[in-house]
């Protein structure tokens, strides 16, 4: 457990697990994979169409924010016209992939099938990633509240009081060892 | 209008609008605020109002698997809400006896999803959702990640976290097991070959995801740093007004009065 606070130690840490946890998955599947037991997914064209649908997106969305939120104070020209340009980029990258005949399975091998199988493919993964992320975290977020801890005095002060008060913090960490 | 403009009407253009209604409606000023509010509501309508059955295009079974979900989500969400606000914190407005029932719902909630996952996948019209396995093997992958990192981050942030760390490994081990036995057994209604091709595209799927994602990102970040290094240094500041400097005098006097009569 952590005492003594180091940020940069602990958050190496926590990417490793979660990049252990993904080689994990990665194996398992490779296994399967080198066994033969799986139809012709065709993993590199769907990465890379993911990767451009992806930014393509990405971008788009960016660029519609920055619109709507711009106003006579904001000077939002790189970002307008760089987050537009991205997008112009992606799609005309992708459009440039599908031609050369790098496609996937599932759809017409036309350009607009493509996008549109590869865009309902990444929209529900995400999906189901921003399901699991509020459902993990809201059930540890309730476990971790669960817990009875005796009363913080601090909560007992009014925010709006300008009162300079101290804290005898010395007898409070004497009194919890 | 063809089917296909039917799609561009009632599922892209809504999509590709959501960003742009999103952030209309956190706008600090008013009238772009109702605005973003009209076009969400254009949005919503313009999704549920599909003039062709669902079952006849992607787009469409695509909106079925989400009606399909929303009941266990539901139930999932109500339940740790219930769980979470009638706990032992500061801000409970729900009574205590209402924790074991947030709780049963959550249990109930994964439950209902385990008895779609083996016996009653999504169906309409007699056809199967093509998307279900795409969507189960997401929800498990990303579950796998998300839980681990979880029961580390507890475990290493948190101040004796044991009880929360165990459970978060817990749900990990729970989701890749349950992943793996699909590889291995398949369901009723799936062959594990299609288990494991989907398992398969939908690493090749989170990689470019994450990949595509944070690319954007990162540009974004670099023109707005182009943009702020590109500002004009900031010319000299008005001084305070009478009215101001004695405004301010007023809240010191009021405050810190032994720095004001220094």
């Known amino acids: ?177 | 209008m063809g089917p296909e403009q039917d799609l561009l009407l009632h599922f892209w253009l809504p999509l590709a609008a959501t960003p742009l209604a999103l952030a209309l409606m956190i706008a600090k000023d008013s009238p772009r605020r109702w605005a973003g509010r009209l076009l969400g509501i254009t949005i919503f309508v313009a999704l549920v109002m599909q003039p062709n059955a669902l079952a006849t295009s992607l787009e469409g079974w695509s909106l079925n698997l989400i009606f399909s979900i929303f009941g266990p989500t539901l139930l999932a969400g109500a339940g740790i809400l219930i769980a979470l606000f009638s706990g032992p914190i500061p801000v409970a407005p729900l009574p205590r006896d209402l924790r074991p029932v947030g709780l049963v719902m959550i249990l109930l909630s994964v439950g209902w999803f385990m008895f779609m996952l083996f016996e009653n996948r999504p169906f309409l019209d007699g056809l199967e959702n093509p998307w279900w396995r795409h969507l189960v093997t997401s929800l498990l992958t990303t579950s796998v990640i998300v839980s681990g990192f979880a029961a580390a981050f507890a475990y290493v942030m948190g101040d004796e976290r044991l009880r929360e760390s165990t459970i978060m490994a817990a749900s990990s081990l729970s989701a890749f097991g349950i992943l793996i036995y699909l590889l291995a057994e398949g369901t009723v209604s799936d062959d594990p070959v299609f288990w494991r091709s989907a398992s398969w595209g939908v690493l090749g799927d989170l990689a470019g995801l994450l990949v595509g994602g944070f690319a954007a990102l990162g540009l974004f970040i670099m023109l707005v740093w182009i943009g702020e290094k590109n500002q004009p240094i900031p010319g000299p500041v008005e001084p305070l007004s009478e009215e101001e400097r004695a405004r301010v005098n007023e809240i010191l006097q009021k405050h810190v009065p032994e720095e004001v009569s220094k």
Request: glycine share 8%; no cysteine.
């Open chain 1, 1 to 177: 457990m952590n005492s003594d606070g180091d940020a940069r130690r602990d958050w190496r840490t926590l990417s490793l697990v979660v990049l252990g946890l993904l080689v994990l998955i990665v194996l398992a599947n490779l296994r399967l994979e080198v066994r033969g037991e799986v139809t012709d997914v065709g993993i590199w064209s769907r990465f890379v169409h993911a990767a451009l649908i992806s930014f393509t997106v990405v971008s788009g969305g960016i660029f519609l924010a920055t619109m709507a939120l711009s106003h006579k104070h904001a000077r939002l020209v790189e970002q307008a016209l760089g987050t537009l340009l991205a997008t112009v980029v992606g799609a005309f990258l992708f459009g440039l992939a599908v031609d050369s005949g790098l496609t996937t399975t599932g759809a017409a091998i036309d350009v607009w099938s493509q996008f549109a199988l590869g865009a309902l493919r990444i929209l529900i993964l995400q999906a189901a990633g921003w399901l699991s992320i509020a459902f993990i975290f809201g059930i540890l977020l309730v476990l971790v509240t669960g817990r009875e801890s005796s009363p913080d005095p601090l909560l007992t002060l009014e925010s709006t009081e300008f009162e300079i008060i101290s804290v005898d913090t010395e007898s409070r960490a004497d009194s919890e060892e």
